[in-house]
Every structure is written in structure tokens, then in C-alpha cells.
């Protein structure tokens, strides 16, 4: 494996970088894409099912510097291929469409599919940097989270034995794979670092969002977070150029701290046709945040994530 990258992957040498993203079907992954497009990187996309594929048609046929792979998680040379002479990877898991209800089981898929990810980065000699895509869950579900007075923030994890207690299943696959990621990242000697994401603001978002198991919860204890597609695509891309990231990052832009913004955000969770009545106002109290971000801010106070480099005749 090789040694731990010490260099910038700024400016023009964005011109001779290959990246690999995978889940690219999802909106994170398809943002990714086409953002590291725009910065002049060359980047195999990895989705898992046919249908993805065709959505990338048009684009690869005007983007030379786009190669699409069919890659299944659970099929260890469809990996290898789609990581072949790639500097970095930047991962994120999706459920099976064939599955996709979060429960007990889907942990173990979850932890299956980070395994064989990393042992494929592990066996790829040109990857210097993986980005592991995981979640708040992964941080904040303790039995002390009524006791604890400091804010949480990237060294504290989720505890297994109480998200299994009340099945918190997207908190549980969310804090064993990325677990299970930093093991071997750490025994093969992996670059990686890990962006643990609040609730993504997608267009699809719904209130059947696995993420939102314990909302109530997390509002109340000043934890419910959320991140904009934008903002999670610019902090991907910022900790993997920067050769100072290490570690996890705690990634949202957002504190869902009044019940104002709770009912804001209820409107865009459920259909138009939902009469639920607006949460009370007379409720004017204000949740204290008790999460914090300050690692990932400190980091992109310099980030530009717009177009850095014309890479067209590269």
C-alpha cells in the first residue's frame, strides 16, 4: 500500500488526478461527479445499478475525462476495476433497491460493502486518499445524552449496544461500517478520513428518511442537524485536496433548534396533500446547539469550490 500522500491536490495537478466515486447514482455521489468535472479531475464514476448507467450517457459523450463503471460493493473485482489507476475514492453506500428499509440486517450488509471497499483500496497501489461517507448517527446516540454537558463533536461515537436497544438501524450500520472502515484503514495503512454528514437536504427527501429514526430526540437535545447537497460536495472535495485533513469530520450547515424551522422542515418531509397542523408557536423556546462543526469549518475558510483549473487540453 502506498505511504500516507503528503501532496496538495490543488490547482494544476488537478489536471493528471483520477478519482473514483462510488455510490455515483446517488445525488451525493452524481454531485460529486460532476463537480470534480468542473474542477478538472478525471473521474470514474461507480454506480450499482443499469438504470444509473444511462443517465451518465450523455455526459460521457461530451467529457472525455469520464469513465462509467458498473461496480457492485458486494463484487470485489467490479471494485478493483472501477479503482484502476485512481489517486483517491471517495465512498458512500446506498441501500439495494432490493432493499433499501434499514433494519438489524442492513447493518451487516453495510459493514460487508465497507470491507470490501477498503481491502480493494488496501490491494490498489495508486490510491493515496479515501473519503468514507458516514452520518451524525454515528456520533450522537448515547444511554448519557440528557447527562452529557459538552458539545459532541468528531471523537465520540454512537453506542452499539443502545442504538441495537432502540433500533436505531441507521445509527447502527451508519457507526459499525464506518468502525469496521477505520480498522482496516488503519491496519493496511489507508489514508482516510471520514465525513460524518447531518440529515442531507435532497430533493427527494421524505419523512420515511432512516436518518429521522429518533428526530424528536435529537431536536430536543439540540443535535438535529442538516447539510445542504452543496456544502457536503464542497467538504468532500475540500478534506480530500487538503493534505492537512485527518480524522472524522462532523459536516452541516444547519441546527434545527426552534420549533419555527421544525415546522419548516416538517412541510418539505411530508406530501402537499398532509393537513398535519403547524407545530404550536406559542413554543418560542430555543434548543441549545450541543454539536460541533469547528474542525470542518476551520478547514474550508479557504476552500474555493468553484472551477480552479481549464484541464481541456490536458
Not at 489507476?85 to 432493499?99: A, K, M, N, R, V
Request: with cysteine; aromatic share 8%; net charge negative.
Amino acid at each position: 500500500m502506498a505511504p500516507t500522500s503528503t501532496h496538495d491536490y490543488s490547482g494544476d495537478d488537478n489536471c493528471f488526478k483520477t478519482v473514483c466515486v462510488m455510490d455515483a447514482s446517488s445525488h451525493l455521489g452524481s454531485s460529486l461527479v460532476h463537480r470534480l468535472l468542473h474542477r478538472g479531475y478525471t473521474v470514474h464514476a461507480a454506480v450499482q445499478t443499469h438504470g444509473s448507467l444511462k443517465s451518465y450517457e450523455e455526459l460521457r459523450s461530451s467529457n472525455k475525462k469520464l469513465k462509467v463503471f458498473q461496480a457492485d460493493p458486494f463484487d470485489y473485482h467490479s471494485i478493483t476495476d472501477a479503482l484502476r489507476g485512481c489517486s483517491g475514492l471517495f465512498y458512500s453506500f446506498e441501500p439495494p433497491s432490493d432493499y433499501s428499509t434499514y433494519d438489524e440486517v442492513m447493518t451487516e450488509v453495510e459493514v460487508r460493502a465497507a470491507h470490501n471497499v477498503l481491502e480493494a483500496c488496501a490491494q490498489t497501489d495508486t490510491i493515496d486518499k479515501v473519503v468514507f461517507t458516514s452520518s451524525v448517527t454515528a456520533v450522537i446516540w448515547n444511554d448519557d445524552r440528557n447527562t452529557t454537558s459538552s458539545d459532541l463533536e468528531e471523537r465520540n461515537w454512537s453506542d452499539i449496544n443502545f442504538c441495537k436497544k432502540c433500533k436505531l438501524w441507521h445509527a447502527l450500520s451508519k457507526t459499525v461500517a464506518e468502525k469496521t472502515a477505520w480498522a482496516l484503514a488503519m491496519d493496511r495503512g489507508i489514508n482516510m478520513v471520514s465525513i460524518n454528514g447531518g440529515l442531507m437536504m435532497s430533493p427527494d427527501l421524505t419523512i420515511t428518511n432512516p436518518y429521522l429514526k429518533g428526530a424528536a430526540e435529537m431536536y430536543e437535545d439540540g443535535l438535529f442537524v442538516t447539510v445542504d447537497l452543496r456544502f457536503s460536495v464542497d467538504a468532500h472535495i475540500c478534506v480530500f485536496e487538503d493534505v492537512s485533513s485527518y480524522g472524522r469530520y462532523l459536516c452541516f450547515n444547519h441546527v434545527i433548534s426552534s420549533n419555527n424551522e421544525a415546522d419548516k422542515l416538517t412541510r418539505i418531509l411530508l406530501p402537499p396533500s398532509d393537513n398535519t397542523p403547524p407545530l404550536s408557536l406559542e413554543d418560542t423556546r430555543v434548543h441549545q446547539q450541543r454539536i460541533s462543526n469547528k474542525k470542518l469549518n476551520k478547514l474550508m475558510v479557504n476552500f474555493e469550490g468553484g472551477f480552479q483549473v481549464d484541464c481541456s487540453e490536458a
